[in-house]
């Protein structure tokens, strides 16, 4: 098994920043496209932000400019800097990954538990 677990969010003023992580564990044999997705109340999971594990980065236009997704890959760590934050972008943040754990053949694709990230006054 792989797992993904999701550190940095908060509350944080508009206009602020915060750095979320995400470290992956386990029986990882290799892990490929790595990204960042949000849900807020009542609405559906949304795309954020996805990397490759070559570098190659995807961004949602609600973001870009923003927001900048990198990763350490000798960590398994994924990074989500967020800058110049908005009350809407308020959500729960989701960790995703395709990993490969050693004694899989193929790929699977694994979630975190979500960190909450506040924009709030």
């Known amino acids: 098994q792989v797992q993904l677990v999701e550190s940095g969010g908060g509350l944080v003023q508009p206009g602020g920043s915060l750095r979320l992580s995400c470290a992956a564990s386990?029986?990882?044999?290799?892990?490929?496209?790595m990204g960042w997705y949000r849900q807020s109340p009542g609405k559906e999971r949304e795309l954020v932000a996805t990397?490759?594990?070559?570098?190659?980065?995807n961004y949602a236009d609600s973001v870009k400019g923003r927001f900048s997704i990198s990763r350490d890959n000798p960590e398994n760590t994924a990074y989500l800097q967020m800058n110049s934050l908005k009350p809407e972008d308020t959500a729960v943040y989701y960790c995703?990954?395709?990993?490969?754990?050693?004694?899989?053949?193929?790929?699977?694709?694994?979630w975190g538990k979500g960190t909450l990230v506040t924009v709030s006054s």
């Open positions: 995703n990954a395709e990993a490969r754990a050693n004694y899989a053949v193929y790929s699977t694709n694994y």
């Open positions: 386990g029986r990882i044999f290799s892990i490929g496209a």
């Open positions: 990397i490759t594990s070559s570098g190659r980065t």
